[in-house]
């Protein structure tokens, strides 16, 4: 079945760094544009950054552009997110999207993982 683990989340103190993953099974992991969005408590979810589906595109969220990296290996069905010098604002959870539009839209969430950014 289809699946989108991530992990790598944490507590870090600002100005910290983390590296989240996503490990996708189940489908075929290059043909999808994958990205990262994030859900703080009482707020919409939103999106961090997107990667095309051979990653030779990305595109980020204005308050992460310089900071955070989305990346991809198409080989280990992986996605990632470095993140650098994060701000107590950062703090929420991080959800991998896989989406895939052609004639129909095919579209996977992974469960999430914590991060949480304070002294």
């Known amino acids: 079945q289809v699946q989108l683990v991530e992990s790598g989340g944490g507590l870090v103190q600002p100005g910290g760094s983390l590296r989240l993953s996503c490990a996708a099974s189940g489908f075929t992991f290059s043909w999808y544009v994958m990205s990262w969005y994030r859900q703080a408590p009482g707020k919409e979810r939103e999106l961090v950054a997107r990667i095309s589906d051979t990653g030779g595109s990305t595109n980020y969220a204005d308050s992460v552009k310089g900071r955070f990296t989305i990346s991809r290996d198409n080989a280990k069905n992986t996605v990632y997110l470095q993140m650098n010098s994060l701000k107590p604002e950062d703090t929420a959870m991080y959800y991998c999207?896989?989406?895939?539009?052609?004639?129909?839209?095919?579209?996977?969430w992974g469960q999430g993982t914590q991060v949480t950014v304070s002294s």
């Open positions: 999207n896989g989406r895939r539009a052609t004639m129909m839209v095919y579209e996977y």
